[in-house]
C-alpha cells in the first residue's frame, strides 16, 4: 500500500484494514518476484491511494437491504505550493444475508505529502477497528437447499468470528543522489486479534502483533547505456503474542497456548535492466535470511525453540520489441515460501514449533506476448511453476476441526491466460480474458 509492505515477514497477508474506497490505482506483477520482494513473494499486488492537486472534498452514502450501512467523508487540501494533505473517515456496517454474518468496521486514514526540489517525504497514518465480524462457516449442498439464508450450525454455537484492531504509521523519503535516486522507508504496525473457531480445544484465539521494518534502495539513472539498476537493503520484524482458551460454546475456557513468536528477516537484493537493441535483459539477485524464534510461557518452565532459514533467489527475463507496438518476453525465476508463524505453531507434538515443517521452494518460467494500439490492446502468457515441499492442511482425529500442516512432495502448475480489451465507440470498451490451466 503506496510502497509499504501489507505481507508480514512470515508471508501472511491481511487486507481488512486495506482503505479500499481510496484506492486510485493497483498494480498486479505476476509470476515470481522472490529477487525483489522475498519470502512468500509469487506475486505481488501493489495498490496506491488517491494522490490530487486539487482541493476538493466528498461525501459517500450508502444503504441496502439486511442492514447495509456505508459512509465515507474524504478530503484533499493543498496547505502550500509543496505540502499537502488528505484524510478520509469511514463506517461500514452490515447485518448480512446469512445467520450469524454480519460485520462493523470503522477506519480513518491521513496522508501528508511534502515535496520540494525533487525531495519527497511522506507520512501515512492509518487506524482500523472492527469490533466484529461473525462467521457464518459453510454449508453442504442439502443445506442450502433446505433454507441458504442459514449460518453453519457448529459455527453459531461457538460463536465463531473475530474482532481486528489495526493501525500504521509509516514514513517514505526519495532525494536526488549522485545522479540517481535515493529511497528510504520505515514502517510500523500494532494488530490487536480476538477469535472464536468452530471447535473446543484452543478454538478461542488471542493475538497481539508487533510488525515493523524499514529499506534503503539506490537507484541508478535512468537512460545509461549500461543499463538502470537497483540496489537495496531491507528488514523486517514481526512479533505475536498469541494466547488459545478452549471455547465452551462461546466462552472462554481454561488456557491451552501462551507463547511468544517471533520472526525477522534481513535481505540484500539488486536489479538491473541493461538494453540490448530492441531488447531488454533483466537480472536479479536476493539473499534472504530467516529467522523464527518462540518462547513457551504456557510450560512450568519457560522454553525456547529457534529456527534459521536462508535462501538465494535469482531472476532473468527479456523483453523484445519485435515492432512499435508489440513485444515478446520471457521471464524465469526461483522463490521460497518458509512456513508461517501460526503453522509453525500449530505443532501436534505439543508445544514449540513443529519440527518436520520446511520451506516450500519453486521454480517458475513465464513467455508471453503483448501488442496495443490506440484502438485495442491485447497479451497472453503461458506459464509453468514447479513447488517443491508444498504445505498442506490436514486434521486429527484427536483434534476434530483443528488445522495442522505438513510439507508434500512436488506441485506443478501450467496453463495459458489471455485478456484484451477493444475500444467500441468513442466512449465505450469491451474487455474480456480466458484462462486454461492444470494444478496438479
Given amino acids: 500500500l503506496d510502497g509499504i509492505p501489507q505481507t508480514t515477514p512470515d508471508g501472511q497477508s491481511q487486507i481488512d484494514h486495506i482503505p479500499l474506497h481510496l484506492i486510485q490505482q493497483s498494480e498486479v506483477i505476476r509470476s515470481t518476484a522472490g529477487s525483489r520482494h522475498g519470502n512468500a513473494a509469487g506475486g505481488v499486488l501493489s495498490f496506491f491511494t488517491e494522490n490530487t492537486n486539487q482541493d476538493q472534498a466528498y461525501i459517500r452514502l450508502q444503504h441496502g437491504s439486511f442492514g447495509l450501512h456505508y459512509t465515507d467523508a474524504t478530503i484533499h487540501h493543498r496547505l502550500s ?27 480513518a486514514f491521513v496522508k501528508l505529502t511534502h515535496q520540494k526540489n525533487k525531495v519527497l517525504h511522506k507520512l501515512s497514518i492509518l487506524h482500523f477497528d472492527s469490533p466484529y465480524a461473525f462467521d457464518s ?117 481454561e488456557q491451552t497456548i501462551n507463547q511468544i513468536e517471533r520472526f525477522s528477516s534481513a535481505s540484500g537484493f539488486a536489479i538491473w535492466s541493461v538494453p540490448v537493441g530492441k531488447s531488454v535483459f533483466d537480472l536479479g539477485l536476493r539473499y534472504d535470511r530467516n529467522q523464527v524464534a518462540l518462547d513457551d510461557r504456557f510450560a512450568l518452565s519457560e522454553q525456547n525453540y529457534e529456527r534459521q532459514f536462508s535462501r538465494w533467489s535469482p531472476h532473468i527475463g527479456l523483453l523484445w520489441r519485435s515492432s512499435p507496438k508489440a513485444s515478446w518476453f520471457v521471464s ?95 466512449d465505450h470498451m469491451v474487455q474480456g480474458g480466458i484462462s486454461f490451466a492444470s494444478y496438479q
Avoid: C
Wanted: aromatic fraction near 14%.
Fill in 81 to 107: 505550493d509543496n505540502f499537502k494533505i488528505m484524510g478520509s473517515l469511514n463506517y461500514h456496517r452490515f447485518d448480512g444475508y446469512r445467520k450469524h454474518a454480519g460485520f462493523e468496521n470503522k477506519s
Fill in 137 to 253: 462457516g459453510g454449508l453442504t449442498l442439502e443445506e442450502v437447499s433446505l433454507n441458504p439464508s442459514q449460518g453453519r450450525e457448529r459455527n453459531i454455537i461457538y460463536d465463531a468470528g473475530e474482532s481486528v484492531r489495526q493501525s500504521q504509521i509509516a514514513w517514505h523519503y526519495k532525494t536526488p543522489y549522485q545522479g540517481g535516486e535515493l529511497e528510504t522507508t520505515v514502517h510500523f504496525s500494532p494488530r490487536d486479534f480476538d477469535g472464536k473457531l468452530p471447535f473446543e480445544n484452543g478454538g478461542i484465539v488471542k493475538l497481539e502483533r508487533n510488525f515493523y521494518g524499514g529499506m534503503i534502495l539506490y537507484r541508478t539513472a535512468a537512460g545509461d547505456r549500461f543499463g538502470q539498476g537497483i540496489v537495496g537493503f531491507d528488514f523486517q520484524n514481526q512479533r505475536d503474542h498469541r494466547k488459545r482458551y478452549a471455547n465452551r460454546t462461546g466462552m472462554k475456557g
Fill in 332 to 426: 524465469l525465476g526461483s522463490g521460497f515460501e518458509v512456513p508461517a508463524l501460526s503453522e509453525l505453531s500449530a505443532n501436534p507434538y505439543g508445544s514449540g514449533f513443529n519440527p518436520d515443517l520446511q520451506p516450500m521452494s519453486f521454480n517458475s518460467l513465464d513467455f508471453g506476448f503483448r501488442k496495443q494500439s490506440p484502438l485495442y490492446r491485447w497479451e497472453a502468457v503461458a506459464f509453468y511453476t514447479t513447488a517443491t515441499n508444498e504445505l498442506i492442511r490436514y486434521e486429527l482425529e484427536d483434534f476434530p476441526d483443528q488445522n495442522f500442516y505438513r510439507n508434500l512432495g512436488e506441485s506443478t502448475r501450467y496453463g495459458i491466460e489471455v485478456d484484451g480489451s477493444l475500444i467500441a465507440f468513442k
